[in-house]
């Protein structure tokens, strides 16, 4: 199994630019997050999806912030116009339901964004 | 609102020596307490986890040992090793959910 797979793994823009992160998550499972991590806040989970559908937004900063789930493969997040204190690293993870595994986030290799 | 507070923030063990790292929750519907290791440029990934039924759980070297009256776990790693420099973070979860509550993290150096 690939695992999580996250793209790209580095992204340098400049303040205003549009950013999309993408990520796909493990075949099968179910449920999909975005989490941002920095040094001040720790992981600090965005949004998160069950069977493509946003269950979850409350933790988007702002309007500037937008995700994605067109299907059960792909996710998007997108940061429209960027901001320096944007600047972080951004996780998606994905989810198997089912009790036995149900607690288990299994994390792509992030994305490091550098807002300029 | 922090629901996990983790401690210390960093932590320097000389090799074989014995790391401990703290958590305590403050949400008693909590009933799933993970902790997860984080190496430099990648992702967290599942270390060991426990459940408010037992007070201990051993894997190999990591430990994880529970106090449910005191809402309190922590990790501990016997003979720490270089290769266990990480960050690593406690979590937990109430039932039915997928969604972990994270702790800050605690960078761990393991000096040769």
């Known amino acids: 199994d690939a695992g999580v797979i996250q793209s790209p793994r580095h992204e340098v823009t400049e303040m205003g630019q549009e950013v999309t992160l993408r990520c796909k998550p493990i075949s099968g499972h179910d449920y999909l997050f975005w989490y941002r991590q920095t040094m001040m806040r720790g992981l600090e989970l965005l949004i998160y999806f069950n069977n493509n559908v946003p269950i979850d937004d409350s933790g988007m900063p702002e309007d500037r912030f937008s995700a994605k789930m067109p299907n059960a493969s792909f996710s998007t997040l997108k940061i429209q116009p960027s901001e320096p204190r944007d600047s972080a690293v951004y996780f998606c993870?994905?989810?198997?339901?089912?009790?036995?595994?149900?607690?288990?986030?299994?994390f792509g290799p992030g994305t490091r964004l550098t807002v300029l | 609102q922090q629901q996990v507070k983790q401690s210390p923030q960093s932590l320097i063990v000389q090799k074989g020596g014995i790391s401990i790292i703290n958590c305590a929750y403050e949400?008693?519907?909590?009933?799933?307490f993970p902790w997860y290791q984080q190496f430099p440029g990648k992702g967290p990934a599942l270390l060991i986890a426990?459940?408010?039924?037992?007070s201990e759980k051993k894997e190999g070297r990591f430990t994880i040992s529970f106090n449910k009256s005191a809402k309190q776990f922590s990790l501990h790693i016997m003979d720490s090793q270089p290769g266990d420099s990480a960050t690593y973070f406690c979590?937990?979860?109430?039932?039915?959910?997928?969604?972990?509550?994270f702790g800050r993290g605690t960078s761990l150096i393991v000096h040769p």
């Open positions: 979590a937990a979860s109430k039932g039915g959910s997928y969604i972990p509550t």
């Open positions: 949400n008693t519907a909590f009933d799933y």
């Open positions: 993870a994905s989810n198997p339901s089912g009790r036995a595994m149900r607690n288990e986030q299994f």
């Open positions: 426990i459940r408010p039924d037992v």
